[in-house]
């Protein structure tokens, strides 16, 4: 009976000291907490209880592998998603093999298993520039010291097939990677700002774009009248009958705690869905994300979460819930970037669109039948 006692106790600790607090007076002198969303409409994050900027997370073998963005693209691993992470090495040994600026701190890696082997595509560049590319490396394991760096699968702004188009209107990083059910096909998803979020077929070897002079290239997400066009971080899934296309929206970062943007202008986690892997793809008003288009699913929320963003999504079998994983600034932490924290939520699926619900369940989905609308 005291065990239970003392195990309830336990648990009650937890969920209190997991629950993101908002900033105190003091915290937040001199910052323009006018410009945090107070809004109940999203829930509260699961924590990850893991500082990550751009995180991704597979699945393998019992636990979760988190990448994130940082010197070599650091890996850690875990059994549950809110930790504790145990680092298990990096997936470069070395400065990236691709002669561009930032080469020891790629950003936005994005790993899959594919065919029993492992690929991380990696970008590098850096803040306002084109001058960017993707690169990719392989591994027989998810964890560090096996890797081999590939170079450059996509270059733009300068580099090799660099004046091909799409590569000649858009901007290489944040890479994401998705399979056509039909055919069976990989493809590679990337863009940032410029001409916004384009896909392309990859080999089947997943080291090179299929055609790479001649590029089956499709845009899948544009802002086409605004001055800056911020939409990034793209992501896809699939759940029958739907394609799901996630990106990050408005700014990311860099913030001025004396003068945020405008309340909404800074990051949150959009979405559209298509029965086509190329789209095209509308939002739930039916907006297409070519045209500016894309649903909220999260956004900065109850004064503490803000600007969530770098999206990823765990996709749930047989009665496993989806999981929309990202990273946010908490106000009582800080707004630099190495402040970003790992967050996560279930989803449910509400007439085939996803909405991101409240409450900590096992991430195995034991309890994720216990929904709430």
Same mark, same amino acid.
């Given at each position: ?10 648990? /009650? ?33 699961? /924590? ?5 900027? %751009? ?15 940082? @010197? ?27 002669? !561009? ?19 991380? #595509? ?35 702004? !300068?580099?090799? /097939? ?6 000649? &209107? ?9 399979? %056509?059910? !039909? ?29 790479? !002079? ?70 739930? %008003? ?10 909220? @699913? ?12 770098? &999206? ?22 800080? #707004?630099?970037?190495? %402040?970003?924290? /790992?967050? *996560? ?7 085939? *669109? ?20």
């Amino acid at each position: 009976m005291w065990q239970n006692a003392i195990s309830i106790l336990c648990f /009650l600790l937890y969920a209190v000291s997991a629950i993101p607090t908002a900033p105190t007076p003091s915290a937040s002198a001199g910052i323009d907490t006018h410009s945090f969303s107070k809004t109940t409409e999203y829930p509260l994050p699961n /924590l990850g209880n893991v500082a990550a900027h %751009d995180p991704n997370i597979i699945q393998y073998d019992g636990y979760f592998y988190l990448f994130k963005g940082g @010197v070599h693209i650091p890996i850690h691993k875990s059994r549950t998603l809110d930790g504790p992470w145990e680092e298990v090495g990096t997936v470069l040994d070395e400065a990236s093999v691709i002669d !561009k600026q930032n080469r020891t701190r790629p950003w936005a890696p994005t790993t899959v298993e594919w065919e029993n082997r492992f690929y991380c #595509f990696y970008a590098i560049s850096e803040s306002g520039s084109r001058d960017s590319a993707i690169g990719v490396a392989s591994s027989d394991s998810p964890e560090g010291g096996n890797w081999t760096d590939h170079g450059a699968v996509v270059n733009t702004g !300068k580099g090799d /097939l660099s004046d091909v188009y799409p590569y000649t &209107v858009s901007n290489a990083i944040d890479g994401a990677f998705i399979k %056509d059910q !039909k055919t069976g096909e990989p493809r590679l998803l990337y863009g940032s700002y410029w001409h916004g979020i384009f896909s392309v077929p990859l080999a089947e070897h997943l080291l090179s774009i299929k055609t790479p !002079k001649k590029p089956d290239a499709t845009n899948l997400a544009y802002v086409p009248t605004a001055k800056t066009k911020p939409i990034e971080g793209s992501f896809m899934t699939y759940k029958a009958p739907y394609y799901y296309l996630w990106f990050s929206h408005g700014k990311c970062c860099q913030f001025n705690v004396h003068n945020f943007p405008p309340m909404g202008d800074e990051y949150s986690i959009r979405v559209g869905r298509s029965k086509n892997v190329t789209g095209p793809f509308v939002d739930k %008003d039916g907006r297409e994300t070519l045209q500016g288009g894309g649903t909220i @699913v999260y956004g900065s929320n109850h004064g503490v979460v803000y600007a969530p963003g770098g &999206v990823g999504v765990l996709s749930g079998t047989g009665s496993e819930a989806d999981v929309l994983y990202f990273h946010y600034l908490n106000t009582s932490i800080g #707004f630099a970037q190495g %402040d970003a924290r /790992l967050g *996560w939520n279930y989803l449910h699926y509400v007439d085939g *669109w996803p909405k991101a619900i409240e409450g900590y369940v096992h991430a195995n989905g034991s309890d994720a039948q216990n929904f709430r609308n």
